[in-house]
């Protein structure tokens, strides 16, 4: 009896470490692809990001305001400001290691 227990004990310990195996193996080939993939993605967000900051000032400024007007001015100066406060925070925030 105490035999057949011992050899479940082995069976099932085997197949654990044969599951952890897999899993350290999974668990490195996403960590690698995702490391590959990170700057795709920052780049990504700096595309989208200047993609609407374009429109904005190409298109939706021009057509509320006159561009040498002073509210059109000062629209195009808040804008600025915002689109670098933007770019500010997310280069600080690409910089920060994971965890801080």
């Known amino acids: 009896s ?8 082995r069976l099932m310990d085997a197949l654990c470490l044969r599951c952890m195996w897999c899993c350290d193996v999974v668990e490195w ?5 995702l490391r590959m993939m990170g700057p795709c993605y920052v780049l990504l967000a700096f595309c989208l990001i200047l993609g609407v900051v374009h429109v904005y000032f190409t298109v939706v400024l021009p057509l509320h305001f006159p561009l040498g007007s002073p509210a059109g001015l000062l629209h195009s100066a808040f804008g600025l400001t915002l689109v670098s406060n933007i ?3 997310y280069i600080l925030c690409i910089r920060t290691d994971p965890g801080n």
């Open 29 to 33: 080939w996403i960590d690698t692809l």
């Open 2 to 9: 105490w035999r057949i227990n011992l050899d479940k004990m």
């Open 87 to 89: 770019f500010f925070n």
